[in-house]
């Protein structure tokens, strides 16, 4: 999964060390990068923002007050030259605490904690979910979390499946607005997946098990913009 992230630091070396260690990870997208809380804020209240690297002495607003203040807080990783911060830190379930300077296995070590958390909280949000289809005569129950990709079959889509698929008499529109997004998304016009589903992407395609689906230059940007790819 692509972790977006924000950098909340206000020494310029300590950026650079940050954007450097982001970029070697291949998981991390950076959104912005702020020198101050208050930048940070404009930014949290305008793009999704799953991770913050949080510098806790900074100038006007201390980060750590700043994190308190907020009434849906992303996870955050603290950063300080000051050990004495750090019960303070997890104290508000900070994912990690980087005491500064920290080397790349360090880094990488609290990033991976993020992430595990990242996807506990994805999969709860998934595991229950489902949809109803009306298929064969019957309706189907399906979780979201077992659907692999929908294709266009005419006046029908056929619906993969974990382990199956069902054919349903729907428009491909209809079935894109019961399907969340970002976790859903249409890359063609004969094609809606599950972002958590596909392998890898090579080319103008991408490939969900043994199935390789093309990605349509209409709908490539906002694919790009869903998985955080801004190398495309």
Do not use: W
């Not at 990870?25 to 999704?48: D, G, I, Q, S, Y």
């Amino acid at each position: 999964m692509t972790i977006h992230c924000l950098i909340v630091e206000d020494e310029p070396a300590s950026q650079d060390i940050l954007k450097a260690y982001i970029a070697d990870c291949p998981n991390l997208n950076l959104v912005e990068t702020c020198k101050n809380a208050f930048e940070a804020n404009e930014v949290l209240m305008n793009r999704n923002i799953d991770l913050m690297f949080l510098d806790i002495n900074m100038p006007g607003l201390s980060g750590m007050k700043f994190y308190q203040s907020l009434s849906h807080p992303p996870f955050v990783i603290f950063t300080t030259a000051y050990p004495e911060f750090a019960l303070e830190g997890f104290e508000v379930d900070a994912v990690d605490y980087l005491l500064k300077p920290f080397p790349f296995d360090r880094f990488l070590k609290a990033v991976n904690r993020a992430a595990d958390r990242l996807k506990k909280v994805a999969g709860n949000q998934m595991k229950d979910d489902f949809v109803l289809f009306k298929a064969d005569k019957k309706i189907h129950k399906i979780f979201l979390s077992d659907i692999h990709y929908l294709e266009a079959l005419g006046d029908y889509v056929k619906i993969h499946l974990k382990d199956r698929f069902i054919v349903v008499h729907e428009t491909m529109q209809n079935l894109q607005s019961q399907l969340p997004e970002p976790t859903f998304c249409r890359i063609h016009k004969s094609f809606i997946v599950s972002v958590n589903k596909f392998s890898y992407i090579e080319g103008n395609s991408l490939q969900i098990g043994d199935q390789s689906i093309p990605i349509g230059n209409t709908y490539r940007d906002r694919f790009r913009e869903v998985i955080g790819n801004k190398e495309g």
